[in-house]
């Protein structure tokens, strides 16, 4: 990155032995510090971003979120009923410690997997036997066909990464990979410094890491205005999780340039099925007709260049869009609501939203919902909270009715944990659960795409969650540095400045 | 005087006791849970748990509180739930950033209060005085985020003359590090100043007004000599007390000027470790904080033995 001559004044002499930065060092501003490198463990986009460039697993996802061999040297052969999934591994991979990965490293690394991590511990039941079939084979056997499986070993959140056999435990203190780059140091709120693995070998499969940075570095810089500051003065070539407000500034600089994740994700009103209120489909459907989508959008985010008011869980432009299900969303409709209330036998007890102002835009909307929902006849009780006590809170179903969440647009609907009625929102319909386990046994893209339809419509009908809408993200770049793609997950092994 | 010291030394211990005591307490009263936080949004409620019994949090509150007793009389406070380090050593790789941060803000802002304290003191009740009376109110009124901010826009963005944010990367120099301390101490000593500014004013105006500052002008003694010498060396006792105080604040934690500037300093750790409910980072702190506090008074009172040879303890 280039870094730009700075303050001369009463340090200057001291200055002269500042050692020069390489220009090929790329400064990425990333929103707060990874506490883990182990991504197995963690479901934190934060730990992706920085971990993907040094931990890699058997597949990972092109520019189109197609699932593409990364370990592996080609795509699985799946026998007829879906339950074998024989995977051919790359040869003469090798790990930053110096050892060669073979199938007991992948063998044992997916067993932890799925003890350890979210997703994997999500699907164990379903998995019969993970062996090493041979030195560069894998073979997983499934007790019931799963189509989401490639999708979920190329997910480089909870991921199924693989580590030397060596390491395996529980708990890994030092992680070490295969990636492009190699952890080389760590001063915690400081910097994560990673260097050029020289032993890297490219894969068959998945797009070139071309390594042209000799380092990357993720600086964790809490303050948004800090990283617009930082991008801007050329501190940074990249800055993640930039306020929307800075999007003209960034634009009119001659240093950056705006980097629009367009669209980035779904705000959610996660409802609680467990316990209280929102258990009665009635009162369900009432705030779902009660909620002004386009007033809450617009409150949260000011400018319709950074949202759009779609009811479609996936938007246009995605395999999985469809429209099925979407004359529920936005009614904006209080006195339907009111009737549904009157059904339901309401009796005025207080519908308890769970927010926090982390994310200020969850409570902007929560603020517009509340106003809406009282006009239909709801008693709402807003129970605004910092982050930490949100995330506990909402894993006890006796504290809320609606928690405020939100969510990037992910590669397969399978991975959206809030489908399943193991989720800690319970949503456990008969109907709805079969309809999610053909969509998963189902193996033909094309029947897939008929049977999520299906899902997204009883999404509406059951009100299973509540999405309310579609939002842009930004992040930022230096003037002409290419090769990044804008991903919620930006990668840098192919990032280049300009000379 | 060394019967002085021990009793201040034990004293001490008492207050590090009470604090840590406290502490350990009030983070556990706050509502949130760090196992929640370090496992992401996905994470089941079995998860959790189970990552709590490994933290050790599922054990009985007065067992943690007995066993962190035991160990931090040892001089260990345990370890990071977030940065899975002992605790020590994450507030050592603070220590740098913050004592240096405090020491260099202090500067300015004796560099900025003590001359114009004087003057403003010495020029009491014309024009002069009330303008730097006025002033000091207004530096102590602009919060130190938007001063900073406005410093972090314009001389380090627009003009690039200093680093916007940060502590250097891993190559970082000693110079490059200090080169990013300028901002946040200029930021730090203007509104620091202006408490000094308006002590050293007092005291002065007190002494200038005594019979031995008279005696002094009648014996023929110059301006200079009467107010440098005899006026300002029996103001200094309030003066020290107040810039002492001030240097204990700023080395706990400036805590916006270190989030605005990035700065990895305690100030910041004590926030972030608020926010991820690292209890033992907090508890560290604040045990960190007590000491820095008695330490500081007590030096502050050693002082005074300089400053005021009738002073005895």
Request: glycine content about 6%; aromatic content about 10%; some cysteine.
């Amino acid at each position: 990155m280039i870094h730009r001559s700075s303050f001369r004044l009463t340090v200057a002499a001291c200055a002269l032995l500042a050692g020069p930065l390489s220009a090929a060092t790329i400064d990425v501003a990333i929103i707060g510090e990874p506490d883990t490198f182990d991504p197995m463990v963690s479901t934190k986009d934060v730990v992706s971003i920085v971990t993907q460039h040094f931990v890699e697993t058997l597949y990972t996802f092109d520019d189109s979120w197609s699932v593409v061999p990364l370990l592996a040297s080609d795509m699985p052969e799946i026998s007829e009923d879906g339950l074998t999934y024989v995977i051919p591994l790359r040869e003469g991979v090798t790990f930053h410690d110096g050892s060669s990965m073979d199938s007991a490293d992948v063998k044992a690394s997916l067993d932890r997997w799925l003890e350890v991590a979210s997703r994997g511990k999500g699907i164990a039941d379903k998995v019969e036997t993970v062996e090493a079939t041979g030195p560069s084979e894998i073979t997983i056997t499934l007790k019931e066909p799963y189509a989401p499986l490639l999708s979920l070993l190329a997910f480089s959140n909870s991921a199924a990464a693989v580590y030397p056999e060596e390491i395996i435990a529980p708990q890994i203190d030092k992680v070490v990979g295969t990636g492009p780059y190699k952890l080389e140091a760590h001063e915690p709120d400081r910097y994560t410094q990673l260097v050029r693995f020289d032993g890297y070998t490219q894969p068959t499969g998945a797009a070139e890491r071309a390594q042209i940075p000799d380092e990357i570095r993720f600086v964790p810089v809490p303050d948004p205005n800090t990283r617009v500051e930082g991008l801007l003065s050329g501190q940074f070539a990249y800055a993640d999780g930039l306020s929307t407000e800075a999007y003209d500034r960034i634009a009119q600089s001659d240093a950056a340039e705006p980097v629009l994740l367009e669209p980035f994700g779904w705000p959610i009103f996660a409802i609680n099925h467990k316990k209280g209120l929102m258990t009665d489909l009635k009162v369900r459907q009432a705030v779902q007709a009660a909620l002004p989508f386009d007033d809450m959008m617009f409150a949260a985010f000011g400018d319709d260049k950074f949202f759009q008011t779609d009811g479609a869980m996936y938007p246009e432009g995605w395999a999985w869009h469809t429209e099925d299900g979407t004359d529920l969303y936005n009614q904006n409709d209080q006195e339907k609501a009111k009737a549904l209330l009157q059904e339901a036998g309401y009796d005025g007890s207080p519908l308890r939203i769970l927010t926090s102002r982390q994310y200020e835009f969850h409570y902007q909307m929560a603020e517009v919902a509340k106003m809406a929902l009282e006009m239909a006849g709801f008693t709402v009780e807003m129970d605004v909270v910092d982050w930490a006590t949100l995330a506990q809170n909402r894993d006890n179903p006796d504290l809320w009715d609606i928690y405020i969440t939100h969510s990037p647009f992910l590669p397969e609907p399978a991975l959206t944990s809030s489908f399943f009625p193991t989720a800690r929102e319970g949503w456990n319909n008969p109907e709805k659960n079969e309809i999610l386990d053909r969509f998963t046994s189902e193996s033909d893209p094309e029947k897939r795409k008929a049977v999520f339809a299906e899902l997204q419509k009883i999404i509406y009908a059951d009100v299973g969650l509540i999405k309310v809408g579609n939002f842009n993200a930004l992040q930022g770049k230096a003037a002409g540095l290419e090769g990044v793609t804008p991903s919620p997950w930006p990668a840098f092994w192919n990032a280049k400045l300009p000379e | 005087m060394s019967r002085y010291l021990t009793k201040r030394i034990l004293g001490m211990f008492v207050v590090i006791f009470l604090v840590l005591s406290i502490a350990f307490v009030l983070v556990r009263l706050a509502p949130g849970d760090p196992a929640s936080l370090m496992l992401g949004p996905d994470a089941t409620p079995q998860e959790v748990d189970d990552l709590r019994a490994r933290l050790g949090l599922d054990r009985p509150i007065l067992v943690q509180y007995l066993t962190f007793l035991a160990n931090a009389v040892q001089g260990d406070l345990g370890t990071s739930l977030f940065f899975n380090q002992p605790v020590t050593q994450v507030l050592a790789g603070r220590a740098e950033p913050s004592i240096l941060l405090a020491l260099f803000s202090l500067v300015v802002a004796l560099v900025i209060a003590t001359p114009i304290g004087i003057w403003a003191a010495y020029r009491r009740g014309t024009p002069g005085d009330q303008m730097s009376v006025t002033t000091a109110m207004l530096a102590a009124s602009v919060p130190s985020f938007l001063t900073g901010l406005i410093f972090q826009r314009y001389l380090a963005t627009d003009l690039g003359w200093f680093p916007v944010s940060g502590y250097g990367g891993p190559d970082a120099s000693f110079a490059t590090r200090l080169e990013h301390l300028v901002l946040p101490s200029i930021t730090l000593g203007i509104t620091n100043s202006a408490l000094i500014l308006r002590f050293t004013r007092a005291s002065m105006l007190d002494i200038l007004g005594e019979d031995y500052v008279r005696t002094a002008r009648a014996k023929g003694m110059s301006e200079r000599r009467v107010v440098l010498r005899h006026a300002l060396k029996n103001a200094g006792i309030p003066i020290i007390t107040v810039v002492g105080l001030t240097f204990a604040l700023l080395v706990s934690g400036a805590v916006v000027t270190e989030r605005v500037f990035n700065l990895p300093g305690m100030g910041n750790l004590a926030v972030g470790a608020v926010l991820r409910r690292d209890y033992p980072v907090v508890q560290g702190t604040l045990i960190v904080v007590a000491a820095i506090y008695v330490l500081v008074n007590l030096a502050t009172d050693l002082l005074y033995l300089v400053v005021d040879k009738r002073v005895k303890y």
